[in-house]
Each structure stands twice: as C-alpha cells, then as structure tokens.
C-alpha cells in the first residue's frame, strides 16, 4: 500500500460558523438589532418561518461549542463577529457595547486555552439595522465604508492581539445578488413582484458590490497601516463560486463556464487581486457597473494578503441563460447523456463533485497568484421528517462529500502545487441556514433543537480522523484517534 500523503505541517483545518446562525440571545446584553432580526420575522422569507432568536443556542453555549472542537481535535475554528453586538447602533460616532466585546474576548482567550487557533470573520451579513433605516445601509458608500472601517478598528484593538487570521467580508456576492437582487436574503430589496418592491435589482447589487469591496480594502489598509506591523497578523475576503464547466464542447458553452466564473467570482475577485473588471462584466453591464476612482483602484488592488475560499459544488454551464446574475449562463447537473455529475444534497443547487473542486483550486491559484484558505465546503440534508438521531448522525453522503473533496485538496497541494493552507468544514453545528430556516442541515453536530443538545454525526468524525491521519508523523498514525462523544 501506498504510503499516505501529508499535508504540510502548519495546514490549519477545522469547522466554520456565523454569529447570527448560531448564537441566538438576540436581545441579550446589549446587542442591537441586525438586518437578519426583523428579515426572518417577517412571513414567508424563510422556509419554516422560523428565526434566529434562538439558532443552537451558542451565546449561552459557547464553552459547549469549544468543547466539540476540541474533541474533533480541531487546529482551527472559524466564527464571525456580530456588529450589532460590539457596537449596537453601528455607527462611527454611535457607543461601543463593553459586553459585546466581553463576549467575544472570553470566547477567544478560550479557544486559544484550547489550543485553536481562531479565524475572526469581521462582517457575515449581521448589519446594523439603524445602519440601513439612517442612512440605506450598504447602499450609501460614504457612510457605510467609514462606519465598517470603524467597527474594524474596534475589532482589531480588543482581539487583535490574539486573532491573527481576519476575514473582513463573508460572500460579498451573497450579500448583492440575494440580499439586492432576488431579495431572498436581508434587507430583501428586489424588483421580483413576490417581494418588496422598494429595490432596484438592475443597479443596487452592482452598486452595493463596490461598496463591499472598497468597505473591505479600506479595513485591510487600516490593519496594513496600524496593526499589522505590531500584530503581525493576515487579512483578507472571503469569496464564494463553484467550479463551473463546460456543458459540452461547443464553443459557446465553453465561454459560458468563462463568463459564469466572471460574474461568479471575477466581479471581486479580479478588482482585489488584479486590480480590474472582468471585460465580459463591462461588455454586459456597461455604466451600471460602478467604477472606482484612481485613488480607489490604489486601495483595493492587492488588498487581500489571500484568497479565502468557500465553494460548495459544481455547475456545467450553458450559455444563453436568463439570469443576469449568473452572467446569461444555465445552470445544470445534468450531463448530456442524461447522467448526474454527482451526489445531489437535499437542497437544489448542492451536487458532489470533487473534481470540480481540485480545479478550482487550480484555476484560483493559477489566476489570482495568492495562497488560498478554504474557508467554507460542506453538504446539506434536510430533516423534514425527524428522523430518529442515531440515523442523523450516520450521514454516509456527507462523508462521501468530505473525503472526495479532502482527497481533491490533498491532491491539488502535493501533486498540483497549489499554496493551500486551510480546510474549514461548514458547519460545526447544524444551524439557522437564513432562507431555510432550520430545515436544511449544514452541520458535522447533530443539533436537536428542543433540548439544544449536540450529537458528533459520523462525518465530524471523519473528518477529523482524516486530518488528524495526514497532519502526524508515521508514528503518530498508529495512535488512537481522537475520542469523541457518541
Ligand atoms: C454560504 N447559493 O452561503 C454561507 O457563507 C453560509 O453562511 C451558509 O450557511 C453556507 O454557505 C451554506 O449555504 C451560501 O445560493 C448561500 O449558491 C447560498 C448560496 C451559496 C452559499
């Protein structure tokens, strides 16, 4: 048998999670109300009416939470920080929340006790609420860049002395297109006659993106300038976009899988580590595409010291789609003979594909010359039906997802040289997945959500084991792997 690979020793993995998803206490100790508080309220913007009022409970239950991390073994472990809850109304001139911070320093002094290294993610879609009821929120660029780089300097002086790996910006793609375009997501602005008809989804994700990306430059010049050369630490964005791949070998859908990754991850991507536009964006969007000044330009051209990573599948491409935001490119599963390209999750656009994830890896590297952190890939199955927990935690199709695209990772690192150096799982816990509700589940834990107790599902520990494999010496192989709860 062939010996087993191994990942370089300083590769980080571990499980990812987001403030609002998780926490709960919405009105506890100070915290002011974020753009997800009154969205999900609201009937029909998520799928079981449920909210975030409760989610796993992790603000009450946090110490649990870095319990299950540690019995996972885990090296690191990614969690955002909600704004409303460091600074409740928002704003530069508005009070800090002495508890927020409390909070989130107790929770990193404990994970590092823990031996965890912690990946701080600055902005996971919690906006204030005042934000966007004073002044339009992401839609005002003067306000919003100034107010988001403030609650970054706060960030920075209260945990920077210990967080040394900083995510500004979760999915600023998410945050245009579902939150100003389709209006799935907070604050629901669209066109779309089923939703509010305050939007307009032909500019406001556009305008909204530019304001993200330069939100985000303006922060990492801040810690470049003020923080880094005492901190020490790295800062960058986190992008989603799946591998998208020719349908078939016509010319036409062969751009098409160009123009889809363009729209998908060269609208932020290309701007923060090229320091231009996607010619195809130009062509099709023309002036409602947002310029940046020269002296933006200057800022927001490297200003990612890595690309952080979230995909979760692959998309063969069609051209001569309608969707405007998917860059007039179809979607589909479905090759040409009819077959499926992979394992379909129990939510619609989620397929495993591990080769697609191996050559994203490759095309990112090769494209945007920065090392890359995933920092986001899991597997989704509902439990519409409560099912009996000891069948929820033996999740075969999410360890057949894990080790198809761990395998991919390993590969893309020691066969394809790609600069890989993290591996963050979605989720740590099953949790509030926004437009679904608690429907869909994310989670390598088993969350029963009426006692809030946590079961280890079979691919947390698979994952782990996996890891743990190709992080040790030959000796250490032959060690038990780590002891996690039934
Ligand atoms: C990401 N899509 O969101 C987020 O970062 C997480 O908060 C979320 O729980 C996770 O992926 C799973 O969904 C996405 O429609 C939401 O393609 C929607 C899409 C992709 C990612």
Excluded at 189 to 200: E, L
Excluded at 201 to 214: M, R, Y
């Amino acid at each position: 048998m062939p010996a087993t690979k191994h990942l370089p020793k300083t590769f980080l993995w571990g499980f990812a999670t987001a403030a609002f998803q998780i926490e709960g206490s919405t009105d506890v100790d100070g915290r002011g109300k974020s753009i997800w508080d009154d969205f999900c309220r609201s009937p029909g913007t998520t799928l079981d009416g449920k909210n975030g009022d409760v989610a796993t409970d992790s603000y009450k239950r946090w110490k649990d939470d870095i319990a299950l991390l540690r019995q996972y073994g885990a090296k690191a472990y990614r969690f955002s920080i909600s704004w409303p809850r460091i600074i409740p109304l928002g704003g530069r001139n508005d009070p800090v929340n002495p508890k927020g911070i409390e909070f989130y320093s107790d929770f990193i002094d404990e994970l590092i006790a823990n031996g965890i290294v912690p990946f701080a993610t600055l902005y996971h879609w919690d906006l204030p609420q005042n934000l966007h009821d004073r002044y339009g929120g992401w839609l005002n660029k003067d306000e919003i860049t100034k107010d988001f780089v403030r609650y970054s300097r706060v960030c920075f002086e209260s945990f920077g002395d210990r967080v040394k790996h900083w995510i500004t910006i979760n999915e600023p793609w998410c945050v245009s297109v579902l939150g100003y375009g389709r209006g799935v997501f907070a604050p629901g602005r669209s066109m779309c006659p089923a939703k509010s008809s305050d939007g307009d989804s032909s500019t406001e994700p556009w305008i909204v993106a530019s304001h993200t990306i330069l939100s985000h430059a303006l922060a990492v010049q801040l810690y470049r300038n003020e923080f880094k050369p005492t901190q020490g630490g790295v800062i960058g964005i986190t992008l989603n976009g799946d591998m998208a791949i020719p349908y078939d070998d016509s010319p036409e859908n062969s751009s098409a899988a160009q123009h889809a990754l363009d729209f998908a991850i060269g609208w932020y991507a290309d701007p923060i580590y090229l320091g231009y536009y996607p010619e195809y964006m130009k062509q099709v969007l023309g002036d409602r595409l947002p310029e940046f000044t020269s002296e933006e330009w200057t800022v927001v051209k490297g200003s990612s010291d890595f690309y952080g990573m979230n995909t979760y599948t692959t998309n063969l491409c069609k051209a001569g789609g309608h969707d405007e935001f998917q860059g007039f490119v179809d979607y589909t599963f479905t090759r040409p003979d009819g077959t499926q390209l992979g394992t379909q999750a129990h939510c619609a656009w989620l397929q495993t594909h591990p080769t697609g994830f191996r050559q994203l890896l490759n095309y990112l590297y090769k494209k945007y010359k920065t090392p890359i952190y995933v920092t986001e890939n899991g597997f989704a199955v509902m439990n519409e039906t409560k099912m009996p927990i000891d069948q929820a935690v033996n999740d075969t199709d999410r360890i057949e997802y894990f080790r198809g695209n761990c395998e991919a990772l390993l590969a893309a690192i020691t066969e394809d040289g790609v600069d890989i150096r993290s591996y963050f799982a979605w989720s740590l816990l099953d949790n509030f997945e926004w437009a679904d509700g608690y429907t869909t589940r994310f989670g390598v834990t088993y969350v029963d959500y009426e006692t809030q107790k946590r079961y280890p599902k079979e691919s947390g520990k698979f994952v782990s084991k996996w890891f743990m494999e190709r992080l040790s010496s030959g000796k250490e192989i032959l060690s038990p792997t780590p002891s996690v709860a039934p």
